[in-house]
């Protein structure tokens, strides 16, 4: 790399630097989160997060009145900032879960899953149909259990009956 470059590269670099650091947070208004049925829900898994919240937040007021008293040592003080940390960390892994949750559950609409397997079911069928009749004109004859045996399909999964030796639409 020439100099030129790389002093080029340093002026570019410093012109980029901000004087502070700026802490993200997420931040989730209301006007952006959608509204879905699990409102209900919701509500009461804000409830139980309030319900959590007023008993830490008295256990902790229990701790501080009692290092408010002259008798309490440094030693104290340490191990209950330790446990405050320690709580501090064990409701930000929920809350973490809870968001992860909330995601999967509007990301994931299980009637948009429950159609897509079935029209995949149907294309699977189909090309069995068509895979079955292609090879009955070359003389092998083979029928759709042979076939589903051969690729290693599962009858539940299609539907397929073998005593009929057909699919069935459930």
Request: proline letters at 2%.
């Amino acid at each position: 790399m020439s100099s030129a470059l790389r002093e080029r590269l340093k002026r570019a670099r410093r012109s980029f630097t901000s004087p502070g650091h700026v802490i993200k947070q997420l931040k989730i208004q209301e006007d952006e989160v959608p509204h879905t049925v699990n409102e209900e829900r919701n509500q009461q898994d804000q409830d139980e997060a309030d319900d959590n919240r007023n008993e830490t937040m008295r256990t902790h007021e229990d701790a501080l009145s009692r290092s408010d008293s002259p008798q309490t040592s440094r030693q104290d003080l340490l191990q209950l900032r330790e446990k405050l940390k320690k709580d501090v960390k064990e409701k930000s892994e929920m809350l973490r879960r809870l968001k992860m949750v909330k995601m999967y559950r509007t990301k994931n609409d299980l009637t948009e899953l429950q159609t897509l397997i079935q029209k995949w079911r149907r294309c699977a069928q189909t090309a069995l149909y068509e895979l079955q009749t292609e090879l009955s004109t070359d003389a092998q004859g083979s029928s759709l259990s042979q076939l589903i045996d051969h690729f290693g399909l599962d009858d539940e999964i299609l539907h397929f009956n073998r005593a009929e030796n057909d699919f069935t639409d459930e």
